[in-house]
């Protein structure tokens, strides 16, 4: 039974798509189809959450192969809650391309589910050259999202994308031919501290941890993401930013706790390429004059964040990053969807053009400035609990510089936030074309942000819980070695 | 060894070489050497000379048939990926897709402010 929960989350969206490609639908049944495969993959991962919560790791061999030659999957805490905000950001982006009407091409619903169980497989993958088939599984459909519209625009910003993440997983493929050269395994349980003991080891790991980090932007291989990001459509960026990057940053912390496992004379590497990213991202962002802009600027800086956790690596700081990556997905999402409703409503995202917003549409305005707040690191959202974790364990390891720099980064973002909000929300409406009338198109389109906004809210008034999770995950992190015996079954 | 060593290095350096041409066909032309280049390394990691053999029983003369899985999975990928980016060349974004494009989606550089002016006359 747990063994078809283990598996659904990559087998249901990819039945589905398949089925919505064969018999080609209506548009409705379309979008009832993916809401409701993407809503019975979250509840999926809620159970298997609720039942790994306690410790124990649920691991399934599909087709009950050996071990050397199955594909494998397993579930710990930190998998577990990855999949929760994975499938929360799938379920909001087809409920906004849906509100938005970006869902009206054939192969919009389809590929999209795709996309997500190629990210749910990378999640729950063992083995690193399975995770490089699912990272491809999850990236092709992203090639063919970016240039659906088929219009040259598209094309043009889909190359640097393209280009880019098919550098990245051709060096992924490399580094994993040079590890199993090397060490002859590339399954994570074989993998244990691996590069603490050969140098060999640690120089094909490196290679693995450059590709991940290309393909989650780290500072200094980021700057395709503002570029090719800025230009897609609003909702296929708020996939993208849930899903894509944080899939590399959650394998680029699993494969360096596992292979480095806190070894000191790799951790500054990490460190300082986390402070490079904040800076860079935050400071990127200032001159930036649309939304979509501004916000991807905004990701890199915040994935310095979440990597400045897994630098420290203690127990503290792993949690605080965990719990940063998990409330970040929903933050990000939410004020990508933001964007996305704006952009429906007046034709752009271009700060000069908008204005006096929120006037017009106060309910959006409030999810707004409620991601906002919470992506700046006010009270009460959560995003003000996860940076006062991080920044508490970095003084706690004695890391000023670090605390500096993200106290400081932290303004920045406040200022870039207000930059939007003053230009898009208050003032007089701009030049862009005016506001639909009647509140239907506008309720389908704001509620999946203002969704997302509210359960950040309750996440920073509630952290306990994801807190307590995000700890038990950074134990699997730090002693592995529960995870690798379930692993071994 | 050497001689593979050799062939990677080798078709690394021309994909490089490709892949940072300006035209869009030398970048895939590029990325097909490339994948042709970790091809060879993904087959030569499975040469028995430094660990144990996968399967005790097989001797030393039996090649490790995990990298061979390994490339034929990757060669299947990259000649995917290829495709599309040859039928992305070749369209261009110039033919239309299915759904009629939206008149005032405006996603152009920031920059250009006359675009505004342009659209209210519409």
Known sequence: MTGILVVLPVVGPLLAAAALLAWPARPLLRRVTGLAVSGLVFVTAICLLAVVRSGTVLTVRIGGWAAVVAIRFAVDVFTGLMLCAVALVVLGCLASAAGTGQDRHPFFVPLALVLAAGANGALLTVDLFNLFVLIEVMLVPSYVLLALRGQARDVRAGRVYVATNLLASTLLLAGVGLLYGVHGSVQLNELVGAARESSRVAAAGGVVLVALAVKSAVVPVHAWLPRSYSEAPPVVVALFSGLLTKVGLYALIRVFAVLYGGSADHQWVIGAAALASMLVGVLGAVGEHSMRRVLSFHMVSQIGYVLLGLALFTHESLAAAIFYLVQYILVKTALFLCTAAVHADRGTDRLVALGGLAMTRPVLAAAFAGAALSLAGLPPFSGFLAKFLLIKAAAAGGAWVAVAVALGVSLLTLTSMLKVWGSVFWGLPGAARPAATGWRPQAWATLPALTLAVATLLLGLAGQQLLILSEAAATGLTNPTEYLAAVLR | ?122
């Open chain 2, 1 to 122: 060894m050497t001689a593979a060593a050799l062939l990677v290095g080798l078709l690394t350096a021309a994909g490089v070489f490709l892949v940072l041409r300006g035209s869009q066909l030398r970048l895939i032309i590029g990325f097909i050497l490339l994948g042709h280049a970790v091809n060879v390394l993904l087959l030569s990691a499975g040469v028995l000379r430094w660990r144990v053999p996968a399967f005790a029983d097989g001797g030393l003369d039996r090649a490790d048939p995990l990298p061979q899985a390994f490339t034929l999975t990757a060669i299947v990928i990259s000649f995917g990926i290829t495709i599309y980016l040859l039928g992305l060349l070749r369209t261009g974004g110039a033919e239309a897709s299915v759904i009629e494009p939206d008149p005032a989606d405006d996603d152009g550089p920031t920059n250009r402010p006359t675009e505004v002016r342009d659209r209210d006359e519409t």
